[in-house]
């Protein structure tokens, strides 16, 4: 197997997931673990005062900021699928890039890359006609995708001429076909683990899904979800890893 170690995989984790005084992450903490950040655009999560303290805290830590947008279901997280057409899929996408752009450029900082979330980020996995919706978004904008490398994130992409990151994740399982099993609560998530996990992806190439079976992955980041109970925790694993 090919040794994935490189300067430029990147840690990156979804930021901004809150409202007003109701808070579900840590981000303070998480911010100066990570290199970038996924910021919630209020679809899922967020709203107008938490991505403007969320982009400023991002500028003041030095962390590059993507747009994070998901399905509009508030109650649900983003975490239940929607029947979309592609249409849809790029408006809704659109819409949210534009009102985290508007905060970029008050504190004079790039958009680094769109990231769908959740059921958002599942269904454009498996639709190559969702997935244009969100390439076009990405096209218009000139910054990447990231996504499952091999899926229909990655295909889409390349085809349309949009630079792809693929992403590892160590804090939600692989089944055995190299798809992520999405859980509708946070769960705690077992540090030596995922520090494992990240360690053979870097170093071989390949992890294990949840029956065993050996899985190669290419990635150029890492994620590490922040309502995890044990997020920073993981996040400090981590970043132990990629910088060793």
């Known amino acids: ?22 808070t579900f992450g840590n981000d303070p903490a998480l911010m100066s673990l990570i290199d970038v950040a996924n910021v919630a655009c ?68 790039p958009l680094n890359h769109i990231k769908p979330h959740g059921s958002l980020y599942g269904m454009l996995a498996r639709d190559e006609a969702l997935m244009l919706g969100a390439v076009k978004v990405a096209r218009d904008f000139g910054v ?32 055995a076909d190299g798809g992520l099993i999405i859980l509708r609560q946070p769960h705690e998530t077992n540090i030596v683990a995922a520090s494992e996990r990240a360690r053979r992806a870097l170093d071989t190439g390949t992890i294990l899904a949840v029956d065993g079976t050996e899985l190669p992955i290419s990635f150029g980041s890492i994620c590490v979800h922040s309502d995890t109970p044990n997020a920073v925790e993981v996040a400090t694993a981590v970043r132990a890893v990629v910088d060793g």
Do not use: C, W
């Open 1 to 22: 197997m090919t040794s994935q170690r490189s300067d430029s995989v990147s840690v990156n984790s979804d930021m901004g997931e809150a409202f007003g005084l109701h």
């Open 42 to 109: 209020g679809f899922h999560s967020g709203d107008p005062g938490t991505m403007d303290a969320t982009v400023a805290l991002a500028q003041q830590r030095g962390v590059r900021v993507g747009a994070h947008p998901g399905l509009p279901d508030l109650v649900g997280f983003g975490r239940r699928e929607m029947k979309l057409t592609p249409d849809e899929v790029e408006s809704l996408i659109r819409y949210q890039v534009g009102a985290l752009a508007g905060f970029l450029r008050k504190y004079d900082l």
């Open 144 to 175: 990447p995708v990231f996504g499952i490398a091999g899926s229909a994130h990655q295909r889409v992409a390349e085809r349309e001429g949009v630079e792809f990151v693929g992403e590892l994740y160590v804090d939600l399982d692989y089944n």
